[in-house]
T-cell receptor, first 111, second 110 residues
Framework: SQTIHQWPATLVQPVGSPLSLECTVE??????LYWYRQAAGRGLQLLFY??????ISSEVPQNLSASRPQDRQFILSSKKLLLSDSGFYLC??????????FGPGTRLTVT | AQRVTQPEKLLSVFKGAPVELKCNYS??????LFWYVQYSRQRLQLLLR??SRESIKGFTADLNKGETSFHLKKPFAQEEDSAMYYC????????????FGTGTRLTIIP
């Protein structure tokens, strides 16, 4: 069966420090991959999505970037974190059909 | 542009009473509509989608193109229905990107 992992589960980082959040999917090939940010009162905001290795589409201009070095690996990064980057980050995957499957999320606090 | 509006951030309903979570959308084409749910300490997961036209856990949702709505309904609320509910929209033509509403936290009062 397919599973999706995210790590770390929680992270506290100072302003100006770099960020790397990782998401991996098991049990499926060539999935579409997504990064969302979930903020209180703002729902889920799509940040990036990828339909294949090295193919990244950005949905909103921001301080973050994404990469897909392998078929089932999706990384969310930043060179210098801002206070406004705090939030709950969700990774999701889908294959052909329209249902998306979500990971457990990473709680990021920028201090 | 795609937009999903959930006007209620919080909704409290007594057990056994009917539930209706409102969702309105804006999209120029033919959308695919979904309801996702997040129970306490669980992952966000799909509850139902309009193309399936099925009832899940007693919930149904009908797409009303005239009113651009996709309200989620259940005739008799149960305590285990307490959760965060998100309405989401995907554009037609193979576009699988989802646009989510801001969510409604449903609390069932025993």
């Amino acid at each position: 069966s397919q599973t999706i992992h995210q790590w770390p589960a929680t992270l506290v980082q100072p302003v100006g420090s770099p960020l790397s959040l990782e998401c991996t999917v098991e049990g499926t090939s060539n999935p579409n991959l997504y990064w969302y940010r979930q903020a209180a009162g703002r729902g889920l905001q799509l940040l990036f999505y990828s339909v294949g290795i090295g193919q990244i589409s950005s949905e909103v201009p921001q301080n973050l970037s994404a990469s897909r070095p392998q078929d089932r690996q999706f990384i969310l990064s930043s060179k210098k974190l801002l206070l406004s980057d705090s939030g709950f980050y969700l990774c999701a995957w889908s294959v052909s059909g329209l249902e998306q499957y979500f990971g457990p999320g990473t709680r990021l606090t920028v201090t | 542009a795609q937009r999903v509006t959930q006007p209620e951030k919080l909704l409290s309903v007594f057990k056994g009473a009917p539930v209706e979570l409102k969702c309105n959308y804006s999209y120029s084409g033919s959308p695919e509509l979904f309801w996702y749910v997040q129970y306490s300490r669980q992952r966000l997961q799909l509850l139902l989608r309009h193309i399936s036209r099925e009832s899940i856990k007693g919930f149904t949702a009908d797409l009303n193109k005239g009113e651009t709505s996709f309200h989620l309904k259940k005739p008799f609320a149960q305590e285990e229905d307490s959760a965060m509910y998100y309405c989401a929209l995907s554009g037609s033509g193979g576009n699988e990107k989802l646009t989510f509403g801001t969510g409604t936290r449903l609390t069932i009062i025993p």
